[in-house]
């Protein structure tokens, strides 16, 4: 079946230094759908960054992550980590073709950000 | 926009009593779907609509959880007879997936199973 690989446990990072989160997946799917969820505690997943774009960079609030099927990854990646990005960070897959956005999720990464 | 509403919030439960949870989708979204979510996992798919219609039910625990929406809006997911196990935020989510639209997360409802 259908698996996203997520940079395992906990990241931590000093405020102001990249982020980089790494994703890879593996599916069937010819038309993957990548997603990249943020969750603060006790909050609901919040959409982040999508894309089912080959080689194109998609940007969201200072985030960004580009699909590569060649490599099948979808990186989270910033240029300089604050205290806010601290939070559960979700890299998710669905199929495109399907019509379905029923989503596989990775087992997620504590981004910690520190002063 | 108003955006996906889950009730209630929290609940706690002893073994072998029944428990539903309410979801009230965005407007317009046509496709809604139950996700688990135990403490520290991800989300794992449990069912999915699309309007009134069942999609996929196969990750549902059948013989004690179950899922409706009879009218194509709201949803209801019921689990007859918790146990422990059972114990997870349950998370609902809405979408327009014909525009390639991402799903949007209600707030959840923690389940605890004494």
């Known amino acids: 079946g259908d698996s996203v690989t997520q940079t395992e446990g906990l990241v931590t990072l000093t405020e102001g230094l990249p982020v980089m989160l790494n994703c890879t997946y593996q599916t069937i799917y010819s038309n993957p759908f990548l997603f990249w969820y943020v969750q603060h505690l006790n909050e609901s997943p919040r959409l982040l960054l999508k894309s089912f774009t080959d080689n194109k960079r998609t940007e969201h609030q200072g985030f960004h992550a580009t699909l590569h099927k060649s490599s099948s990854s979808f990186h989270l990646q910033k240029s300089s980590a604050q205290l806010s990005d601290s939070a559960l960070y979700y890299c998710?897959?669905?199929?495109?073709?399907?019509?379905?956005?029923?989503?596989?999720f990775g087992k997620g990464t504590v981004l910690l950000v520190s002063p | 926009e108003a955006g996906v509403t889950q009730s209630p919030r929290y609940a706690v439960l002893q073994e072998g009593q029944a428990v539903s949870f309410w979801c009230d989708p965005i407007s317009g979204h046509d496709t809604l779907y139950w996700y688990q979510q135990p403490r520290d996992q991800g989300p794992q798919l449990l069912v999915y609509f699309r309007d009134e219609a069942v999609i996929d039910n196969s990750q549902l625990p059948s013989d004690r959880f179950s899922a409706v929406r009879p009218k194509g809006t709201n949803s209801t997911l019921k689990i007859q007879s918790a146990k422990q196990g059972d114990t997870a935020t349950y998370l609902c989510?809405?979408?327009?997936?014909?525009?390639?639209?991402?799903?949007?997360f209600g707030e959840g409802t923690r389940l605890s199973v004494l």
């Open positions: 998710a897959l669905s199929d495109r073709d399907s019509g379905y956005n029923k989503l596989t």
């Open positions: 989510a809405s979408s327009r997936d014909k525009n390639n639209q991402a799903p949007l």
